[in-house]
Nanobody
Framework: QVQLVESGGGFVRAGDSLRLSCAAS?????MAWFRQAPGQEREFVAL????????YYADSVKGRFSVSRDNIKNTLSLQMSSLKPEDTAVYYC???????????????????WGQGTQVTVSE
């Protein structure tokens, strides 16, 4: 059964760092992180492709977050630094068999989703 399992969420203070991990049961071309804050739509955060190992980031996290993947272990990580209260959300791992540069921020670009992990950043 295809699965994505996230881990690493928690409660931190503004300015702290946190690392999220996602383990996949198979290889995907694209693995990404999305997040959803209360009352808001799910939004793209970052991704890394498998073949070219390219990384893409939302403007709101550039310079603070770093996404990496281990193609042997089929894991995706998100190192989050200088966290802000507005980063508070449920973070979801997502994976796709393909990569389309004009569509990677769309939810329907992805074939499978994890259950999510809560990240809470206090003032």
């Amino acid at each position: 059964q295809v699965q994505l399992v996230e881990s690493g969420g928690g409660f931190v203070r503004a300015g702290d760092s946190l690392r999220l991990s996602c383990a996949a049961s198979r290889v995907y071309e694209t693995m990404a992180w999305f997040r959803q804050a209360p009352g808001q739509e799910r939004e793209f955060v970052a991704l890394r492709t498998w073949v070219n190992t390219e990384a893409y980031y939302a403007d709101s996290v550039k310079g603070r977050f770093s996404v990496s993947r281990d193609n042997i272990k089929n894991t995706l990580s998100l190192q989050m630094s200088s966290l802000k209260p507005e980063d508070t959300a449920v973070y979801y791992c997502a994976a796709s068999r393909s990569f389309f540069s004009g569509q990677y921020q769309r939810l329907d670009h992805y074939d499978v989703w994890g259950q999510g992990t809560q990240v809470t950043v206090s003032e």
